[in-house]
C-alpha cells in the first residue's frame, strides 16, 4: 500500500462512505506529489475505512502504480484489450472498441497516471490517436511514438493537435530528418536507439526518457510494441483485459518468443479484476524496477 496521508483533502464535508469519485483526486495527488517531490512523502497509509468496495478494488489495482518512488529507475505498465481469442483489432486495424467502457475509462486513468504514453507506429497510423486524458481529471501525459523508419505522415493529430508534449522516437542518425517532418520539439533522437534490422534497443529509449524525467511509463500499444518491451524485459506489469467477443484472423496481441517445454514458459503473478463484461488480468512482469 502507497505511503501518502490523504488527510487535508479529506475535508469535515467529505461523505462517510468514500466512493471512486473521492478516491481519484487523492490518486492524482499521489502522482502531483511523486512529479514535484525531492523527497518521498511521509509514511502514512491509506485508511480503507470508509471506502466503498469499488473504491477499495480500484485502489488495490493501482496501488503497484501509485507505489513509485520519486526517483528510480524507469516502471513501465503496458496495457492489451484483447478478444477471448487472443486479437486486439480486426485484420484490417478496427479496435473500436474490443472491450467496455470500464476497461476505455481504466484506460484513460492510467494515462493520467503516468508521465509518458508509448505507442508503436501501427496504431498511430490506424487509429489516428490523441491519448489525452479527456475521460478522466487528470493531466495528459507526454505521447512517444515508436517510429524508427519515420512512415508516419506529419499531419497525424498527435504532430499538430498540441494538447500534449509529443516525442517522436528515432535514432539519433535520423533526427534532423525526422525534425524537418514534425519539428525539432517533437523528436527524440537517441544514439544507438536503432539497429541495421530496424528494432529498437528499448533500454536505450527508457534511459532517454528518465534523462527527460519521464520515470512512469504506459505502453498502450499495439500488440507488437508490448510484446517487444517484454521480450527485451522491460515492462514490469502488464494490464491484459480479456472481452467476451471472437474477432478471428484478427491482428495478434502478444507475441512472445516461443518455448519448447511447458515448464520453461513464464508464469507471472496475477490478480483478476472485473470491468464490467470483461476481464482485466494484472500480470506482475518484474521489469527493469
Ligand atoms: N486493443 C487494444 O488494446 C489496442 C491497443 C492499441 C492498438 N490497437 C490496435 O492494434 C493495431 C496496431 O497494433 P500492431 O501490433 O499492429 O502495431 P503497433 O504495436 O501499434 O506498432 C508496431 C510498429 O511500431 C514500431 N515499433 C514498435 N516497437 C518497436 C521496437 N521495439 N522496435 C522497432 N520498431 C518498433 C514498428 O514500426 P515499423 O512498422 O515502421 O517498423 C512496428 O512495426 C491497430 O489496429 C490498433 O487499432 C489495439
Redo the contacts with the bound molecule.
Keep these: 500500500m502507497n505511503a501518502y496521508d490523504p488527510r487535508p483533502l479529506m475535508s469535515s464535508s467529505t461523505p462517510r462512505t468514500f466512493d471512486v469519485e473521492a478516491l481519484w483526486p487523492l490518486c492524482l495527488d499521489i502522482v502531483r506529489q511523486r512529479r514535484s517531490a525531492g523527497a518521498p512523502p511521509p509514511p502514512v497509509l491509506l485508511p480503507l475505512e470508509g471506502w466503498n468496495d469499488e473504491a477499495v478494488e480500484l485502489l488495490a489495482l493501482l496501488d503497484p502504480l501509485l507505489d513509485r518512488p520519486p526517483q528510480g529507475a524507469p516502471w513501465v505498465i503496458g496495457?492489451?484489450?484483447?478478444s477471448l481469442d487472443g486479437c486486439?483489432?480486426?485484420r484490417?486495424?478496427?479496435?473500436?472498441y474490443?472491450?467496455g467502457a470500464q476497461v476505455l475509462l481504466h484506460?484513460h486513468r492510467l494515462r493520467a497516471l503516468c508521465d509518458a504514453v508509448i505507442?508503436?507506429?501501427?496504431?498511430?497510423?490506424?487509429?489516428n490517436?490523441q491519448l489525452t486524458t479527456r475521460r478522466v481529471a487528470g493531466e495528459h501525459p507526454v505521447r512517444v511514438v515508436?517510429?524508427?523508419?519515420l512512415?508516419?505522415p506529419p499531419s497525424l493529430r498527435v504532430f499538430t493537435d498540441r494538447q500534449a508534449p509529443t516525442l517522436l522516437a528515432c535514432d539519433a542518425a535520423r533526427e534532423a530528418e525526422a525534425a524537418r517532418r514534425v519539428g525539432a520539439d517533437q523528436v527524440l533522437g537517441v544514439p544507438g536507439l536503432?539497429n541495421a534490422e530496424?528494432?529498437?534497443d528499448?533500454h536505450a529509449?527508457l534511459a532517454a526518457l528518465e534523462r527527460r524525467g519521464l520515470h512512469v511509463l504506459f505502453v498502450?500499444?499495439?500488440?507488437?510494441?508490448?510484446?517487444?518491451?517484454i521480450a527485451?524485459g522491460c515492462m514490469n506489469r502488464l494490464h491484459l483485459?480479456v472481452a467476451p467477443v471472437l474477432i478471428g484472423g484478427g491482428?495478434?496481441?502478444l507475441l512472445l518468443p516461443p518455448r519448447t517445454a511447458m515448464r520453461d514458459c513464464p508464469r507471472p503473478a496475477s490478480r483478476v479484476f472485473r470491468m464490467g463484461a470483461d476481464v482485466l488480468w494484472d500480470l506482475d512482469l518484474r521489469g527493469p524496477g
Design positions: 496495457q492489451l484489450g484483447q486486439i483489432a480486426t484490417g486495424g478496427d479496435s473500436n474490443v472491450n484506460l505507442v508503436g507506429a501501427g496504431t498511430v497510423a490506424i487509429d490517436p515508436l517510429d524508427p523508419a512512415r508516419l536503432v530496424g528494432t529498437m528499448l529509449l498502450e500499444g499495439g500488440g507488437i510494441t508490448v510484446s517487444r518491451f527485451q483485459s491482428r495478434p496481441g
